[in-house]
């Protein structure tokens, strides 16, 4: 006896039986039939080995060699199955050339079978996707469609809605697109708004006579030294006494401009008669030295060398910064010539400022006229911009060796004082740095050109970017006349002058904080992310109905018909088909060692046929069933 897993096939005698066993692979038992005696060799011929003892004729006709009985037989065969790309393709194990043809018939009309298959199923997908679409619609919330698409085709009231709803939906997508283009443009408001508070920081304060020179201190040295600049032609008499010589003139050092203006300057000793901050005294010692185009200045209130900021409790005349000042226009210089250092007024220019920020008084600054007592209300503004898109603002850091902190003056004087460095070697008087100070040659010459140049045309030279934050300090100007008729007389004995010298030369400017609260103007974006997608939605909801869940829907339906579709027609259909084959020839070997043929034969009428196609596409009942039942 072989073991069943041997390729071979063995006809034994069984013990206490008088059958014969065909013993093989799959060890499958079929129950003999009485009617062997009706088999002719010929057909029985090819179910058997060749290596049996014994023909099929002598199975018809036993010989008397074989002790055979005129038994039935019980016969055991084993059966193979191949699936591969077409599933339900079966050889049995002996390799029979009939069961061969009729599967190259059965794939034949496989395929047209499968060809018909296809184009009913995607007939079937044509009308399964337009049911989809129906039943998609009436279970989507996006409004209206459930009226549009409807099954039984598109009639008058479906066309209706149609229009309707196509007249909504591009309502909506014009009110989307309005609201993006607004978006895009990038809007901005600025909003005011007062905070008051409990005390102030008082601003600096910086004034400069508008005469840069003094008369007395003017030598001739000095005179044919700055004649450049005060338009005074060679050989030209001056007209004017002029003082003796200096000790810088026997020094042996080269003339230096700014150690010039800042022995020859009007003094803050000589010009401050008065000074009261906040009801107190002040003097000379609250006031910081600064040098700018008209010389040198003096600002008060600096925070510089380590002094405190002053600050302030109340607003209102009385609370703030009172000086008189002598102006001293006797000392006033001559006008020879119209040159940018000569001045036709008389007076001091006034610049407010915060102390991040050094002053530009010649551009910046108000003037403050002789016989008046001028009062100046102020109020710090805090200005806060966006940056770009929505503003110009950047918030930059100063790249600079002369300033600390960034602020449009600071990067004008910087960028002035590189330019002339680069144009003419030198600098002017109020300009930071380490380069030489121009002669007044090079005044006349090239740096004032240079300069008028720079603003009128070269201005991509310097560009100074607005800061996101600044502090800047709005400005009421009033004025009264001084002296009156009733003080001249007083004012002159006080001060030891003339009552004409006190209302030429006597001025009063008083500084103040309005009330005690500060304005801030800040930019605010007009339009967010937050409130374009509030109008969509407020639009998609009014015109067609929907939300962003809605929107969701469709894309899920979207997504789930393009996949169904490539999944149609690509690499899923594949696998479909292969899935499917291996699960029919499973089930076909369980249903086989189930399957009883001879038993549905014998429960059948005679002549009647019966399905016997158990393994998919397999022929019907075939030579080897009618043999053995």
């Known amino acids: 006896m072989f073991p069943p897993s041997s390729p071979s096939t063995i006809l034994t005698k069984g013990s206490g039986t008088d059958s014969w066993t065909a013993l093989g692979h799959g060890w499958l038992a079929l129950p003999a039939s009485p009617g062997l005696g009706i088999l002719s060799p010929s057909l029985l011929a090819p179910l058997l080995p060749s290596f049996l003892p014994f023909s099929p004729r002598d199975i018809i006709s036993p010989s008397p060699s074989i002790d055979l009985p005129k038994m039935p037989i019980q016969i055991f065969c084993s059966l193979s199955f191949s699936s591969g790309e077409d599933p339900g393709a079966v050889r049995d194990s002996w390799g029979s050339n009939q069961q061969q043809q009729e599967g190259s018939e059965s794939e034949s009309e496989e395929e047209e079978e499968e060809e018909e298959e296809e184009e009913r199923e995607a007939k079937e997908e044509e009308e399964g996707l337009a049911m989809d679409l129906v039943a998609f619609a009436n279970s989507c919330t996006l409004h209206g469609a459930s009226h549009v698409f409807v099954s039984g085709g598109l009639g008058p009231r479906q066309a209706l809605w149609a229009v309707a709803f196509a007249l909504a939906l591009g309502t909506f997508l014009y009110q989307v697109g309005d609201r993006v283009t607004y978006y895009r443009s990038y809007p901005h408001v600025t909003l005011l708004d007062e905070v008051s508070t409990s005390e102030l920081a008082f601003p600096a304060v910086t004034f400069c006579n508008t005469n840069a020179v003094r008369l007395s201190q003017l030598s001739y040295p000095d005179l044919l030294y700055l004649a450049p600049l005060l338009g005074l032609e060679d050989g030209e008499d001056p007209g004017v006494p002029l003082a003796p010589p200096g000790p810088d003139a026997f020094s042996g050092e080269p003339f230096n401009l700014h150690r010039f203006y800042n022995r020859s300057c009007h003094r803050l000793e000589d010009m401050l008669l008065y000074c009261s901050y906040r009801g107190g005294p002040c003097g000379p010692h609250n006031f910081s030295v600064v040098f700018t185009r008209y010389g040198k200045c003096y600002t008060f209130n600096a925070g510089q060398d380590g002094r405190p900021l002053l600050k302030t409790m109340k607003g209102g005349t009385g609370n703030g910064l009172e000086i008189m000042l002598d102006i001293q226009q006797d000392e006033y210089l001559p006008v020879w010539g119209e040159t940018d250092e000569t001045s036709f007024e008389a ?151 003339s009552e004409q010298y006190i209302g030429e030369n006597i001025l009063v400017l008083d500084i103040f904080f309005e009330v005690l609260n500060y304005e801030t103007i800040e930019q605010k974006k007009a339009y967010e992310i937050a409130g374009l997608l509030g109008d969509i939605g407020g639009q998609m909801g009014l015109f067609i109905g929907a939300s962003i869940l809605t929107v969701l829907e469709l894309f899920d339906y979207a997504y789930e018909v393009i996949k169904h579709k490539l999944c149609r027609r690509g690499r899923c259909q594949k696998e479909s088909k292969r899935n499917s084959a291996d699960k029919g020839v499973a089930l076909s070997l369980d249903d086989v060692k189930r399957h009883n043929p001879c038993e549905s034969l014998r429960g059948h009428p005679a002549g009647m046929t019966y399905a016997a196609n158990i393994l998919p596409h397999h022929p019907t009942r075939g030579t080897f069933e009618d043999f053995t039942c």
């Open 347 to 497: 007076g001091i220019k006034v610049q407010i400022h915060s102390q991040e920020e050094p002053p530009f008084i010649d551009q910046l600054g108000f003037g403050v006229a002789p016989g008046f007592q001028t009062f100046v209300a102020c109020q710090e503004q805090r200005l806060i911009y966006l940056p770009p898109p929505w503003g110009t603002c950047k918030a930059v850091t100063m790249d600079s060796d002369f300033f600390d902190s960034y602020s449009i003056t600071a990067c004008r004087i910087d960028c002035e004082t590189r330019y002339l460095v680069e144009n003419c070697n030198c600098r002017m008087v109020h300009m930071p740095g380490d380069a030489p100070y121009c002669t007044p040659e090079q005044y006349k010459e090239c740096a004032d050109p240079a300069l008028d140049f720079l603003v009128e045309k070269d201005q991509d030279y310097c560009v100074c970017e607005m800061p996101c934050n600044l502090t800047r300090y709005g400005k009421e100007l009033s004025m009264v006349k001084i002296p009156s008729k009733a003080s001249a007389k007083y004012l002159a004995k006080k001060f030891n002058k």
